[in-house]
C-alpha cells in the first residue's frame, strides 16, 4: 500500500506533463481545422458574396474598369428591385413564400402515411422503394416539358398550385426516404402496446407515430421549403407573370437596353434571405432528423 501511496503523486505528474505537451498540438488542430472551415465557407458563398458585393455599388462603380475596390456603400439597387416598374417583388415573394410552404406541407402529408404504409404494413414494400430511388435519380429537367403539356391541358400553367405540385413532385422521393428510414429502427413496442390499448391505425399514426417522427418531420419541412423556394427549373418554364417566384423573377431585369446588374444582385441577395433564416434557425433540428436512424446499433 505505501508503494501505490507513494506511486500516486508520480503518476498525477505524469499525466500532467502529458496533457501539457498535447494542449499545444490541440489548440494547433483546432487552429487549422477552424481556418479550414472558414476558408471553404468563403469559397462555397463566393457567388453570393459577389453579389452583395454588387448590389451595394452605383451603377458607375460596377461597370469601371478596373473593377472598385473600396466605395461607399448604396441602398439604391435594393430600393430599385423592390419598387421598380415590371418587377413586383412583393408578389414575386408571395409567390414564393405559397409555392414553398405549400410543397413542405404536401410533401409531409404523402410522405408520412405512404413512410408507414410501406415500412410498417409492408405495402409494395419492395417496389415502391426501388421507384422511389429512381426518381430521385431522374434530372428534374426530364419532368419540364411533360408538366407542361399536362398543366396546360387542366389551366396550372402560370399558377401557384402548378409549382406546388411540380416541386412536391420532385422532393417527395427525398421525403419518403427520410421518413422510412427513421420508421425502419424505430421500436416497434410502442406501437404494438398502443394497439393492444384498442388504438386503431389512423389513431396510433396520428397520437403514437407522429409525435416521435416530429425531428424527421422536421427535416422534411426544412429540405423542402429550401429546395421548392430555390427552384429556377419549373418556374420559368411553368410560370410567366402570375405565379413568377423571386427566383425567376430578377430576369425581368435583363432588358433590350441592357443588364441591370445591380437590380439583379439585389433581387438575388434578398431571394436568399429566407431560406438562410430557415437554415440559421432549424439547423439543430434539421441535424438530428438526418442523422436519427443512420446508425443501427
Excluded at 239 to 248: E, F, G, H
Amino acid at each position: 500500500m505505501a508503494n501505490v501511496t507513494r506511486a500516486r503523486p508520480w503518476a498525477k505528474r505524469a499525466a500532467l506533463e502529458i496533457a501539457q505537451r498535447a494542449e499545444p498540438k490541440r489548440k494547433h488542430r483546432l487552429y487549422l481545422v477552424t481556418g479550414t472551415a472558414i476558408i471553404v465557407a468563403l469559397v462555397v458563398n463566393v457567388p453570393l458574396l459577389n453579389a452583395l458585393w454588387t448590389a451595394l455599388k452605383t451603377t458607375g462603380e460596377i461597370q469601371s474598369h478596373p473593377p472598385v475596390f473600396f466605395f461607399r456603400p448604396t441602398l439604391s439597387h435594393f430600393a430599385a428591385a423592390t419598387y421598380t416598374a415590371g418587377y413586383n417583388f412583393p408578389h414575386f415573394f408571395l409567390n414564393s413564400l405559397f409555392l414553398a410552404v405549400g410543397a413542405a406541407v404536401l410533401v409531409v402529408l404523402i410522405s408520412v402515411p405512404s413512410g408507414y404504409a410501406i415500412v410498417r404494413l409492408g405495402l409494395g414494400r419492395r417496389k415502391l422503394m426501388v421507384v422511389t430511388t429512381a426518381v430521385m435519380l431522374v434530372p428534374p429537367i426530364t419532368f419540364a416539358l411533360p408538366y407542361y403539356l399536362m398543366f396546360q391541358h387542366v389551366g396550372l400553367v402560370d399558377t401557384v398550385p402548378g409549382l406546388v405540385l411540380a416541386d412536391t413532385f420532385v422532393n417527395m422521393p427525398l421525403g419518403l426516404l427520410l421518413v422510412a428510414g427513421f420508421l425502419r429502427d424505430f421500436p416497434w413496442d410502442i406501437e404494438e402496446a398502443a394497439l393492444v390499448d384498442g388504438c386503431g391505425q389512423l389513431s396510433l399514426l396520428w397520437r403514437v407515430v407522429l409525435p416521435l417522427l416530429a425531428p424527421a418531420v422536421a427535416s422534411v419541412c426544412i429540405l423542402t421549403f429550401v429546395f421548392s423556394w430555390d427552384d429556377y427549373l419549373f418556374a420559368v418554364t411553368l410560370t410567366a407573370s402570375n405565379a413568377t417566384p423571386v427566383t425567376a423573377g430578377a430576369a425581368n431585369f435583363i432588358t433590350s437596353y441592357g443588364v441591370q446588374w445591380g437590380n439583379i444582385s439585389a433581387a438575388t441577395v434578398m431571394s436568399v434571405v429566407p431560406p438562410l433564416i430557415v437554415g440559421f434557425v432549424a439547423q439543430r433540428y434539421l441535424v438530428r432528423g438526418l442523422t436519427m436512424g443512420a446508425v443501427k446499433g
